[in-house]
T-cell receptor, first 113, second 113 residues
């Protein structure tokens, strides 16, 4: 079945770049998403990329997609303490019944001053 | 405006109570979702409504009863819940229930005592 995997923890210093990685198994993935969840809050859609794209940049965020290796990454430039959160990678497919999102386990990003 | 509004933000209920969670979106989306999330875990899909009809029920116990009164509203009726049902309940919506960007609300924190 479909599976999405992420490392569980990442710790960086304020001002450094953070790179959060994700691998997925579903070849028919249409959309790949990054959601951010701060403590006590809901999921905030950070960015998404269509499966026919290689890269997407949005201010401090850069998403890279390697379709051959089924690898997705999220780079946060100039990481700030406010970026501390759990980051979920997710994928959906046009072929998934109902557009069901398949989530990774989430990467907890800790930003130290 | 990509807003999904959920009420109440916090709910404490006894195991014999009947309560409801409410969700509203005004983005003209035709697919709406209920997810359940335990602390520091990824959300788990419960139900999908597409064009106001229930299209997916992920084998959710009958003590959870969804309702979609119109295309903007989604309710989750709760009855005879167990303490293990305590979790964050997230509503989400997308323009259609197939390969479209999914937006989440801030969630309703439910505690069953």
């Amino acid at each position: 079945g479909e599976d999405v995997e992420q490392s569980l923890f990442l710790s960086v210093r304020e001002g450094d770049s953070s790179v959060i990685n994700c691998t997925y198994t579903d070849s028919s993935s249409t959309y790949l998403y990054w959601y951010k969840q701060e403590p006590g809050a809901g999921l905030q859609l950070l960015t998404y990329i269509f499966s026919n794209m290689d890269m997407k940049q949005d201010q401090r965020l850069t998403v890279l997609l390697n379709k051959k290796d089924k690898h997705l990454s999220l780079r946060i430039a100039d990481t700030q303490t406010g970026d501390s959160a759990i980051y979920f990678c997710a994928e959906s497919s046009s072929y998934n019944q109902g557009g069901k999102l398949i989530f990774g386990q989430g990467t907890e990003l800790s930003v130290k001053p | 405006d990509t807003e999904v509004t959920q009420t109440p933000k916090h709910l404490v209920m006894g195991m014999t109570n009947k309560k409801s969670l409410k969700c509203e979106q005004h983005m003209g989306h035709r697919a709406m979702y209920w997810y359940k999330q335990k602390a520091k875990k990824p959300p788990e899909l419960m139900f999908v409504y597409s064009y106001e009809k229930l299209s997916i029920n992920e084998s959710v116990p009958s003590r959870f009863s969804p309702e979609c009164p119109n295309s903007s509203l989604l309710n989750l009726h709760l009855h005879a819940l167990q303490p293990e049902d305590s979790a964050l309940y997230l509503c989400a919506s997308s323009s259609q229930a197939s390969g479209n960007t999914i937006y989440f609300g801030e969630g309703s924190w439910l505690t069953v005592v």
